[in-house]
């Protein structure tokens, strides 16, 4: 399984970040040592002292596809969820300042939280979800999915370009504006149109 994650999707998360709009999607990567285990604690690793919660929807992988095209795309994944791309900002910060890869900073243990799958068939509109982050129940980040730069169909038809989607693998969209360090005994939970689909504590 791997986890496919789109950078910059959000307008007002590059203005934060003062990063340039891409003229395509940016992708990298996660392990699958990087999934956190269900219900589990993230502790903060120790290389680190800035990570960031960066609140996305996730799209499940049901079939093997390649150039898949965007019209066919939505036959690739049945479920959707909410998830968390943890990001060590200042080891990613040198990184990006350098030039180079920025795995160390984003697929480290635990640096994937993947929250319970939802059919995609109970929503209406895949392109109008609501979802957002609390941190110690006080709204962090809030998002709508109309508000992506590329749209799910899409960043299936970009990504399968480059990588064979197998069954299982997951995508990342990217995070709406709000990004913002955790520091240890936060909480933090998801929330997809106004279901909690994830929940953990910082330690
Ligand atoms: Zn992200």
Redesign the pocket.
Known sequence: MKII???R?YTE?IKELANERPEEPVVFIKPDSAVLPKEQDFYIPEFTKDVHH?V?VLVKICKVGKHIIEGFAHKYYDEISLGL?F?ARDLQSKLKEKGLPWEKA?GFDGAAVIGKWLPKSDFKNLNNLNFSLLKNNEIVQNGNTGLMLWKIDELIAYVSKFFTLKKGDII?T??PAG?GQITTNDYLSGRLEGQELFALNIK
Do not use: L, R, S
Request: aromatic share 8%; glycine share 14%; proline share 0%.
């Open positions: 994650c789109i950078g999707n998360h960066e996305e791309d990001t984003k990342f990217g995070t990004v």
